[in-house]
Nanobody, 115 residues
């Protein structure tokens, strides 16, 4: 399993970012995918999940209505569209394959929401 996250950066409150996670080393289309984040001084938390075919998604209460998870199985990539960003969304964001390699974490991508 290899996961490479990208798309993070510095954004003002209310702004948007789209994160990408490129997967390799496994049959991507067979597995659910998740996005997690770890804020400074806090535990890693689940942000969003999506089933293998993309037909079902779930979100943390803190991001519902603002974030959207999606996937492109042909490109072996999972996305996280983040809108209406808040300072409390500042964290390193990671993707994960929960039912294949739950303990594997890529390098993550830093998202900083600040004016």
């Amino acid at each position: 399993v290899q996961l490479v996250e990208s798309g993070g950066g510095l954004v003002q409150p209310g702004g948007s970012l789209r994160l990408s996670c490129a997967a390799s080393g496994f049959t991507f289309s067979l597995y659910a995918m998740s996005w997690y984040r770890r804020a400074p001084g806090k535990e890693r938390e689940l942000v969003a999940g999506i089933t293998s075919a993309g037909g079902s998604t779930n979100y943390a209460d803190s991001v519902k209505g603002r974030f959207t998870i999606s996937r492109d199985n042909a490109k072996k990539t999972v996305y996280l569209q983040m809108n209406s960003l808040k300072p409390e969304d500042t964290a390193v964001y990671y993707c994960n394959v929960p039912y294949l390699a739950p303990d594997y974490w890529g390098q993550g991508t830093q998202v900083t929401v600040s004016s």
